[in-house]
Every structure is written in C-alpha cells, then in structure tokens.
C-alpha cells in the first residue's frame, strides 16, 4: 500500500515535523542524506523529485510502479509484495528499522535502472533495516541497484540484507537476477540463499562488502553447494571473513555443477557427498576452505564424479579453514570417479580410524579386477595428518595418472591415534602399476605402502618412482595363484620392503621378473627402522610353476624368519629349512637367480626343497652370499636312497 505525501510550500515546516530529515522532505537534506549513506551520484541524471515522499506498508496486492518524482520512498513497516512492483531508475527506497520487504509467491520486485540513474535502497534511519526476502516463485530483478545498511533480522535470516527462499526439492529454482548490483554493510550475511536457490540466468556484477561488521554471521554469501554454479561473477572482498559459505540444506550434489572462481574461497563446514549421478566440476583458481574433519564425497552408489580443472597458473587449492585443524579427504567410492588436475591439497586426513589418516582416498572394490577410479594430473599432497593418499581394495589410478607429488604425510604421526600412519601412499599390490611417477619424499616415512592381501594378478610392473616399497598386509604377498595368472615386473632399482614376518610367495601360476643391473639392483630387505637378519621371510616359490621366474642383479638381505616349512630337503634334517629363498616341490630347469647377493640372512641362502635324483642346479655359481648363517644352499633330497650322513654346506 502507498500513501503519496503532497508537500505545498506552506507545509514545509509540517513535513518537517512529521518526518526526519533523512525522510527528504526538502531538497537540501534529502541531498546530504544522500550523501552520508554512500548513495551512489546520479548527477543531472536524476532530477529533484517533487511530489514525494511515499509512503508504503501493509501488502501490495495490485501492480504499482515507483517513481523518481513521488519519492523518496518511505516503507515504515513490514511490506509484503503480492503483485508486481516496478520501480524506476534514480528511486531511492528508504526503509524504517528492522522493517522487512517480503517478496510472496505470487509477487514481483522489478528494480532496473543503469548506471548514471541508479536505484538506492537504505535505512531511513541509523539503525539498519531487516531485508528483501524473495520467496519462490516470487521473482525479483536488480539491474544497478544497491541494497545497504540492512540485515536487523537476527538469526533466522543471519543477518542477511537479500534473502531468497525456495524448497530444497530439485530442480533448482532460481528467481532472482542482479545486474551491476552491490550489497554493502550487512550486520550479518549479504546475501542468503535458502534451501535449493540460486542466481537466475544473466547475473553478473555483484558485489557485496561489509558484511558481517556486528555479527556471527560473516561471509559476503551462504548458498547451497549445487547453487554455487550461479554465483555471479563479482567482488566478494573487504567483509569480516572474505569466503562464500556452502552451508545449506540440501548438502549433496546430485546435477552438473560447476564452482567458479569469484576470488575468494568456497567454506566448506559439513560434508558434501555428490550422489545420484551428480557431477562436480571446480574451476581453475578456486579454493576450497574446508572445516575440521570436513569432507568432499562421491558416492559409490550414484555414479558421481568430482573434476578439478586447475592449470599451472591457477591451480585449485583445497586447505584448512583453521590452521590448526585438519580437514577430512577428498573421496570417491566404487563407481564413480574422481579426476584432479593441476590441484594442491593441503593439510586434510583428520580420521585415522576410517581413512588412516588420508586427505586424498579411494575407496575400490572388495575384490579384483581393479577399478581405475583416481585420475591425477601434476596434483601435490601436503601435511597429511596420515598417510598422502590412499586406495584401499581394487582402487587403481586411471591410465593417464601423472605427476604426482606427496610431502609431509604422517604430520601428526607422533600422536597415538595417528601411529604408523606416516606413508605418502598406500595402495594395493595389484594396483602398483598404476601408480604414476612423481614426487614422495618429505614424509615421516618415505616409502610406498602396499596392501598385499588381494595379491598380485595380470600384468603389474613396478617402477622406480625413488622411494621403496613397504610391503606390509595379512603375511604373504601372492602373486598369481592356483587359478589365476599373475606377473610381477621389477624394474632396475626398485626395492621391496616386507614388515616383520612377511614373505613373498610365487604361484605356481605366478611370475616374478626382477632384472636390476650391476649399479642398480632390484632390493628385496626388510622394512625395520634398524634392520637386521631374519625381520621377514623370505621368496617363496611353488610348483611347478607354468613359466619360470627370473631375478638378475638383485639383492635379499636380512631374510630368514621362521617358515615353518620342514622336510623339504636334506638339511631338514640337521639345521632349520629358514631361507632368503625356498624353492619348494619342483626342480628348475636352472639356476634363475644369477649376478645376484645375499647379505645378512638368519637362516640358508636358497632352500633347493625338492626331491631328484637329476643334478641340481647350483646358484652359487654367479651369486655372493655374505653374512649368511646356515648354508649357502641346502642340498635337494635324492628320489632313491638317503640323504648323506654328513651334509656339506655348499
């Protein structure tokens, strides 16, 4: 409802005494009010108006239009729009304190003007005024329009000076578009975008500042994650926290969203899990401000995938909100993918009982074959609290996986709940060869850590990436099996290291191709801070095998932990069968460990546990053994008559 005041000469003084100054019941004071509320210059553009001011209160319910000429307008209580409301270029609107502009269902607020004959929204008096509240499918259009001093509302709305409203059932609704417009002086939130909405189509050119100067809520923006794709392009700097808040109801993403870069970072205090097919894609240059133990999430179920598309230039930063408190990870689930480019993570993995301490995890099938669900390109992991990154089960890197660099991990490894947790990566044995070259040194432990309980299977070649491999699991490593074909390729100066009691068993359909050179030879030791003879097992390998293995300029130290394995040569009888080697069940064809060392082993060199009356073949030939308890070799059983009664120690 609008009450236009006439304003005679005669009067003056009346108007004068019945409004403030601010109200603009002259010239002169309308013109320096105007002033001191930072009311943008509209020079000659904007004629003094005459016939104002208007009053306005109570609910519209028929169309009206705003004047330039019957203004200022003056709403002195709570105003709901019903209908549409248009008002004109160089209106300036002022509004009583902690009075609300409710946009209804069935209302319009049309306010478009252009740059020499802007629209001024304020407070008409110092204190500040509630808010425009749009309500879908109530619509409202700002076109240089700055709405300031607002947000008297307290925490329901937090303190915002624009609220929009729409339910939290998808699709997004998004009835509300600015053009050139600035939010300034919030006492909470500029701009609060409630349930699932968003900007409309054509928004550009907001800007809030000031937000937050006298109140909690703080941030320019607070909007749903799958609303921030309509987030202007804008200046969103020079409030109390410079972040756009993604806290909302719903909290997941279930569409094609994208998050651009506004210049300041996203703040991220609840997980957001993209599910249903959803697709998350964040731009080159944004940053992600994640809150303690906050996490991004791709559900396994949905078939969701999170993009990064960071360049060198603009790379896309996910980091702590504090610093003092670590974020979660970044996740995908079987099925769905996860695909980082040109992005640094920095300081996550808050869960040590989950996710080990992880900030960049994928979560893979209980069983093989390997889900290639992880694409990296030139992305850095730092300050763990864990391990860097982990693919737990069949997870795998993607083929094209490159660039990679893990520092810092296990940064809170020294705390109990973080024990152990100090890897750049963890990653399953059959998954090895998808791990790209890069960097992963800086760590509390620099050393890849491989989960060796689904096995080696099909083809896996393991390269030197300048760190070893810690193999550790539930006791064996097995490559191949009764039923399924398994190689395992080392390539020159790649070292395995097993935890305490470990070994690494060849199937009989298994391969194992370890072909170092004189200056860098493939390693088999053991994973001890201190090392020392007998901390692991050793190589088993059963048969007859399908193929042969072969190990050329290789190294196995500090083998020769119990196998309990008895009986199955000569020396069984005399000594423990404990070796570095054991050749159990089969004769070889020939010695398929030449040019190769055998330093500090608790037990034999090699165990030749078979039983033949043909010659063995004799691996001392081409091999050095130093430091070696027993023998360099047990003595095979003969397939007719005795074992010797004195054994040699050839």
Not at 285 to 313: D, K, M, N, P, Y
Request: hydrophobic residues 40%; contains cysteine.
């Amino acid at each position: 409802m609008k009450t236009p005041l006439i304003r005679p000469l005669g009067l003056l003084v009346a108007c004068a005494i019945l409004f403030p100054v601010s109200m603009g019941c002259d010239d002169e004071s309308s013109e320096d009010n105007s002033n001191q509320n930072n009311t943008p210059d509209a020079g000659e553009a904007c004629p003094t108006p005459t016939s104002g001011p208007t009053i306005h209160s109570g609910e519209i319910t028929a169309d009206e239009v705003w004047t330039h000429d019957t203004g200022p307008h003056l709403i002195t209580d709570n105003l709901s729009i019903q209908a549409k409301v248009t008002v004109e270029p160089c209106v300036r609107v002022e509004i009583a304190p902690a009075v609300r502009v409710n946009v209804e269902e069935k209302g319009a607020l049309i306010a478009e003007a252009d740059a020499e004959r802007p629209i001024l929204f304020t407070a008409q008096e110092a204190s500040p005024w509630g808010h425009i509240h749009v309500s879908d499918p109530g619509v409202a259009r700002f076109r240089h329009v700055t709405l300031e001093n607002g947000g008297a509302n307290g925490t329901t709305y937090s303190g915002a000076t624009l609220v929009v409203t729409a339910n939290d059932k998808r699709p997004l609704k998004t009835p509300v578009r600015v053009e050139n417009v600035t939010v300034q002086g919030s006492v909470g939130l500029g701009v609060l975008m409630r349930g699932l909405s968003g900007f409309s189509e054509g928004s550009t050119g907001l800007t809030v500042a000031g937000s937050g100067a006298s109140s909690e809520f703080s941030y320019p923006v607070r909007m749903a994650p799958e609303a921030a794709s309509t987030l202007p392009e804008g200046t969103y700097t020079n409030n109390a926290v410079d972040a756009i808040d993604l806290f909302a109801v719903p909290q997941d993403v279930q569409a094609n969203v994208t998050w651009p870069a506004r210049g300041v970072p996203y703040r991220i205090d609840e997980n957001i899990v993209i599910t249903g097919g959803g697709h998350l894609q964040v731009a080159a240059g944004v940053t992600l401000s994640l809150g303690e133990g906050v996490s991004l999430i791709v559900e396994g179920l949905g078939a969701g995938e999170l993009e990064t598309q960071g360049t060198s230039a603009l790379p896309v930063v996910v980091e702590r909100a504090d610093p003092k408190l670590a974020w979660g990870s970044l996740r995908v689930e079987q099925g769905s993918q996860m695909r980082l480019a040109h992005t640094k993570l920095r300081g996550g993995g808050a869960d040590p009982v989950t996710w080990s301490g992880c900030s960049l995890v994928a979560s893979g099938p209980n069983d093989l074959p390997l889900d290639p669900m992880l694409g990296v390109t030139d992305v850095t992991v730092s300050e763990s609290a864990g391990y860097g990154v982990c693919l737990y089960g069949a997870a795998a890197f993607r083929p094209d996986a490159q660039g990679l660099e893990v520092t810092g991990a296990g940064a809170q490894s020294h705390e109990a709940d973080f024990k152990g947790l100090r890897h750049p990566v963890l990653i399953g044995a059959s998954a090895l060869g998808t791990l790209p070259e890069g960097e992963y040194t800086g760590n509390a432990r620099d050393a890849i850590h491989v989960d060796s309980h689904l096995g080696v299977v099909g083809e896996v070649t393991v390269r030197d990436v300048g760190v070893p491999y810690d193999i550790g699991g539930d006791g064996h490593l097995v490559v191949g099996s009764d039923e399924l074909s398994g190689t395992l390729t080392l390539e020159p100066n790649v070292a395995l290291l097993f935890e305490q009691g470990m070994s690494l068993d060849v199937d009989i359909n298994g391969v194992l191709d370890a072909q170092g050179t004189s200056s860098a030879p493939v390693v088999f030791g053991s994973a001890a801070e201190i090392p020392s003879a007998g901390d692991w097992i050793g190589i088993y390998f059963w048969g007859p095998p399908v193929t042969e293995s072969t190990l050329d300029n290789v190294r196995i130290e500090h083998a020769g932990a119990d196998c309990s394995c008895v009986g199955f040569s000569c020396h069984s009888e005399v000594y423990d069968e404990f070796a570095a080697v054991l050749i159990l069940d089969w004769l070889p064809s020939q010695a398929f460990i030449t040019n190769s060392s055998f330093v500090s082993i608790a037990g034999h060199g090699v165990n030749r546990g078979w039983t033949s009356d043909k010659v063995p073949p004799d691996f001392t030939v081409t091999n050095t053994f130093t430091d070696v308890a027993l023998c360099a070799q047990t003595l095979p059983k003969p397939e007719t008559g005795q074992c010797p009664e004195t054994l040699p120690c050839p």
